[in-house]
């Protein structure tokens, strides 16, 4: 599986344009998403630059994107279990659904932090990091890495 004919950038814009990742990525192929998660530890941190991102204790997930059997992108997720409802949180700890679909019911917004463009010989072509917010405040800190079977150059 690959995406149909899409460039690095037309990839950002449509995630720039979007408040979810994972709903851009299933209206290009047409496939349902599954995030597999990679690893039980909930407790890493985030990078340095967002250690004091929503200013609450934070709960980490690690997981690739999944469309069908292809791999087309890496995600680290922090989220204040605070500013979520409990269901929410257990379906995060418990299942394969993407973030963008359990926190769908609560209209989140992206802000973009970082673009990185990656060069040939980078293991990815394009990476995020994004804050999503809701109506409750922060509600995750995701770290988007795009793997270059998701796009063709530029």
Not at 117 to 126: F, I, Q, R, T, V
């Amino acid at each position: 599986m690959s995406f149909p004919p899409l460039s690095r950038q037309a990839l950002h814009q449509a995630l720039l344009a979007s408040n979810s990742a994972t709903s851009v990525l299933e209206n290009l192929t047409g496939l349902t998403a599954t995030a597999w998660r990679k690893t039980p530890d909930d407790s890493a941190p985030p990078p340095a630059p967002y250690q004091e991102f929503a200013g609450f204790p934070l709960i980490h997930r690690h997981i690739e994107l999944r469309l069908g059997a292809t791999t087309v992108s890496d995600a680290d997720l922090w989220y204040p279990p605070h500013n979520l409802p409990p269901s929410m949180v257990t379906t995060l700890k418990t299942t394969d659904i993407p973030f963008g679909h359990i926190v769908r019911p609560l209209n989140p917004r992206r802000e973009m932090l970082v673009v990185k463009l990656g060069a040939n010989g980078d293991p990815y072509a394009l990476e995020h990091h994004v804050a999503i917010h809701a109506d409750s405040g922060p509600i995750a800190l995701v770290i988007e890495r795009y793997r270059w079977q998701s796009v063709t150059l530029p």
